[in-house]
């Protein structure tokens, strides 16, 4: 049998769980500030074309649907991204799982743990 030493592996999840949390909250800072420059500079370039043409509302709805186009792609991005990580997180703590019990069971027990857990297999 292997010795259970639960203590180590939360350790190494609360860390991996700490990291996920500060890249996450990096991607959403370095984002929004990229973001925010983005929509700067369009509206100093619309301004500097409106002073130029007088064309306001022709010039405003394109200005309106490309920062309506950059916030959407920004938010639709990162929930994307925070929710891939989330999944992440809990495939590796189930694999984790996985792994301490397959150890724990062994090879011998195996098959009839397999059976009682997923049902009898068919075999080809």
């Given at each position: 049998m292997v010795p259970d030493e639960p203590s180590t592996l939360d350790t190494m999840m609360r860390a991996d769980d700490l990291t996920a949390a500060q890249a996450d909250a990096a991607r959403w800072?370095?984002?929004?500030?990229?973001?925010?420059?983005?929509?700067?500079?369009?509206l100093v370039a619309f301004?500097?074309?409106?002073?130029?043409?007088?064309?306001?509302?022709t010039m405003f709805a394109g200005v309106c649907g490309v920062i309506g186009t950059i916030i959407g792609a920004y938010f639709g991005i990162q929930a994307g991204q925070s929710g891939k990580a989330r999944i992440e997180v809990e495939l590796h703590r189930a694999h984790e799982l996985a792994v301490r019990l397959a150890a724990h069971v062994g090879p011998a027990h195996a098959p009839k743990v397999i059976d009682e857990v997923f049902g009898r297999r068919r075999r080809p």
């Open positions: 800072r370095y984002g929004f500030f990229v973001v925010l420059t983005g929509i700067v500079v369009i301004g500097a074309a409106v002073f130029a043409t007088k064309e306001f509302a």
